[in-house]
């Protein structure tokens, strides 16, 4: 705990507060809490950038003596290898105007003194230790003894240079989610039931007398007790001894006593509450959802409910996983995994403004950017050393792909040119890897190479396809993680790494041009050209199947334009066969599942689609939901049929937001509001609902820069109906089943056709 004070003589017409920390801070005013962000100054490549917020204050000062106070703890660099050894601290500057025209500044210095608080610890991975005897109430008082409170110890070194504001919206507390249930499965414990798997920590209210120490541990899942297990999340921190997840609180025994750890955050649906002498009433417990304040843009509804439940289930998984930055989830990694992110983004930037919170993201992907163009696969980089090389197809190529995706959807070209040097720099160095000789034994060096050669990527680590359904037991055969990371060093991915030179390349090019940079777009694409041709020498075969003949790699070629125009059906075709071969069911990891869906309705095949969508057996979307999950899972078989964790030991996320990218199918294709390219921002779109699997009605609304876009359909009888709003300043190709397209200006619309479903050829 950190005091200051600040003498005002006069009447203040306007101040200004200046915070920002190494770890987190909460900050004070005489007694009053500054501002109702969470979890600041947020979570940044710290060496490079560094966050500070400010703050209007005018209304908290007071004519004499104001006390300036912070709450301090660890946060972010006490739960991140590369930043453990920094010290914690605060900087402040307090800018106060007067009327007679005066500036004073007052900030933090050797004048500042500092004590022990109620936190004992604080740490986003294994949870907050609070000691409500230790509660200092007059800690903001004027006049209080200091007798106890040391002076602090001031940095000579600090590096202003890395002071950078906020582009994104603050995290917040959101909503509170109240009990479904509260059990007790044995005397000793009692277990909180949300009814919602969320990202945030729990308010207590009944804290039991003084001196009694509750300890609250959170997880996804119970055991065939109906107990709180986290064997499936805690990656080994239970065998190690190390809390996760686990909050302790003593209590002062003071009336009106609540305790709320806002120095870290969990994701759970259950709570496990240890040592509380009473049965814990609903009312006295309640679920905080703290996440980025994004503002919503967009919605889903169709008449299959269990769909609806499935769009919920995403969004939820989202909201868990949007915490300052993009985390892959929100309990045993907390990291911004780049591969996930730039599956996800389409969707997430349909159901949420994520301009600010993908451009805050960017940067740091940028700052921590090795020099010769390396990117490493979470942003901020968190490791203080690789656990493997870096550079993965696929994960490094968030660089670029999430950059176009923000200029599709919000047609932002400045982010674009602040962008273009991390995102030349990653296609380089993908480039000069290609042009490499195999660097590992899975390859043997061909004499003389071949001409495309130069244009495979076949050197290098890469993650893969990652997340197969029955990865672990396909690649090792012991169906554990450590032993299939060994085989990513000698797995072949050249095929994989290839497709993503040719997307990130072709790209950029297309960036180049939008930044104004029309040479280099043209080399680009003749690079791309030549990736392309390379791809298909080595990868297509006289029979026209592909190497490796699997589920994703069909997709992937389909979805980048990788094979001929001729050459589309037939590839559409076998992987439809061995969607079938697979008892209709999917094989495809993070990487290609987001586009399975969307290749097979283009290609002709939305049939095939609406059957995988609907696919109710394991692996499916609708498995998780008629499992009880309430939001994305990382593996395809989190829970078993009875509710119980059936992924692997300390790595089966529950909340795992990648696989929720068939949200995107559901809004372009089920509901048909259709970005084009072209035409960033909505300025030009397309509407064309795909109806099938049985639905008669479906809808959609986004909210894009220019305004509302609502898509509407409904089957009745042997008429299908649409009700479109395009807004002002755009227009849309809307293209409804059987009938010519009509290209449309701003305005309500509403158009029929003949139902497709009763629709004959040659028919009425």
């Known amino acids: 705990m950190f005091r200051g004070t600040a003498d005002l003589s006069g009447l203040v017409r306007r101040a200004r507060l200046y915070v920002t920390a190494h770890g987190i801070y909460e900050f004070f005013i005489n007694g009053h809490r500054v501002g109702d962000a969470e979890l600041t100054p947020g979570f940044t490549s710290y060496e ?6 400010s703050f209007d204050v005018t209304d908290l000062l007071v004519a004499g003596e104001n006390v300036l106070a912070a709450v301090l703890s660890g946060g972010w660099i006490g739960w991140t290898p590369r930043y453990r050894n920094m010290h914690v601290g605060l900087l402040a500057q307090l800018e106060v105007q007067g009327f007679n025209g005066s500036l004073n500044r007052y900030g933090t210095g050797s004048d500042w003194f500092y004590a022990g608080g109620p936190i004992k610890c604080a740490n986003l991975m294994r949870g907050q230790v609070v000691d409500l005897r230790d509660v200092r109430l007059d800690w903001c008082d004027p006049d209080i003894d200091l007798a106890d409170w040391a002076p602090v110890r001031t940095a000579t070194d600090v590096d202003f240079s890395r002071m950078c504001g906020p582009v994104a919206p603050p995290v917040r507390r959101i909503e509170e989610v109240s009990p479904v249930t509260v059990s007790r499965p044995y005397p000793d414990r009692q277990i909180v039931d949300l009814g919602q798997n969320i990202n945030g920590w729990i308010r207590l209210s009944n804290l039991g007398p003084a001196g009694n120490t509750l300890t609250l ?3 996804e899942a119970l055991d065939t007790d109906d107990d709180l297990t986290i064997d499936h999340i805690a990656d080994g921190a239970v065998e190690r001894g190390e809390p996760f997840q686990r909050d302790q609180v003593t209590s002062a025994g003071r009336m009106g006593d609540s305790f709320e750890p806002r120095h870290t955050t969990h994701g759970f649906r259950y709570v496990r509450v240890e040592g509380h002498p009473d049965d814990l009433r609903s009312g006295e417990v309640r679920g905080v959802v703290v996440h980025t304040d994004l503002r919503r843009t967009g919605w889903f509804e169709c008449s299959d409910d269990r769909l609806n439940r499935l769009h919920d289930a995403i969004v939820w998984s989202f909201r868990g996983n949007a915490c300052d930055i993009p985390t892959d989830c929100p309990t045993r990694e907390r990291a911004g995994w780049t591969g996930d992110w730039q599956i996800f983004i389409p969707t997430a930037a349909f159901l949420y403004d994520v301009a600010g919170f993908s451009t805050k993201w960017l940067r740091d992907l940028a700052a921590d950017q090795r020099e010769e163009g390396e990117v490493w696969y979470c942003a901020p980089n968190h490791e203080a050393a690789p656990f493997h090389p870096l550079g993965s197809a696929g994960w490094g190529d968030a660089a670029v792909i999430v950059p176009w995706e923000v200029y599709q959807a919000y047609g932002d ?38 001409p495309h050669e130069p244009h495979i990527w076949n050197t290098g680590f890469h993650f893969g396809e990652w997340l197969e359904p ?19 060093h000698t797995a072949d991915h050249s095929s994989l790494a290839t497709a993503y030179l040719y997307r990130s390349t072709k790209l950029l090019a297309n960036m180049a041009r939008v930044v104004g940079r029309a040479d280099e777009g043209s080399r680009y694409d003749e690079y791309a050209a030549s990736v392309k041709a390379a791809w298909q020498a080595e990868f297509m075969r006289p029979d026209g199947l592909l190497k490796p003949d699997t589920q994703a790699t069909y997709v992937r070629s389909l979805a980048f334009d990788l094979v001929p125009g001729a050459a589309r059906a037939q590839v559409a075709e076998r992987l439809v066969d061995l969607i079938r071969k697979a008892d209709t069911h999917l094989d495809t990891g993070f990487l290609a599942t987001a586009d399975l869906l969307p290749v097979l309705a283009d290609a002709g095949h939305v049939d095939v689609a609406y059957e995988l969508l609907l696919q109710d057996a394991e692996p499916s979307w609708l498995a998780m939901i008629n499992r009880g999950g309430t939001t994305v899972w990382e593996h395809w078989s989190g829970l078993d049929e009875e509710g119980r964790p059936n992924a692997p030991k300390g790595v089966g996320s529950l909340n795992h937001y990648s696989k929720g990218a068939v949200a995107s199918f559901l809004h372009r294709y089920v509901a048909g509001i259709r970005p084009n390219q072209d035409f960033p921002g909505y300025r030009h779109f397309t509407i064309k609902p795909c109806p099938g699997g049985g639905l008669v009605s479906a809808s959609a609304t986004h ?26 300043g755009t227009s849309a190709d809307v293209v409804l089943p059987g009938a010519e397209p009509e290209c449309l200006t701003s305005g309500s619309y509403r158009l029929s056709t003949r139902n497709p479903a009763t629709r004959q050829v040659g028919g009425r």
């Open 48 to 53: 490079s950038r560094l966050q500070v917020q």
């Open 217 to 219: 541990t959170h997880g």
């Open 413 to 450: 070209r400045d982010l674009v040119a602040q962008q273009w040097d991390s995102m030349a720099a990653w296609v380089h160095y993908a480039q000069r890897k290609a042009r490499q000789q195999p660097d590992s034994p899975r390859e043997s060096a061909r004499e003389p190479l071949s």
């Open 470 to 488: 029955d990865m672990l037991s396909k690649s090792s055969g012991s169906g554990d993680i450590e032993s299939h990371m060994a085989t990513l």
């Open 703 to 728: 909210d894009s820069p220019y305004g509302r876009i609502e898509s509407k359909w409904y089957v009745d009888g042997d008429r299908f109906t649409a009700e479109v709003v395009i807004p002002p």
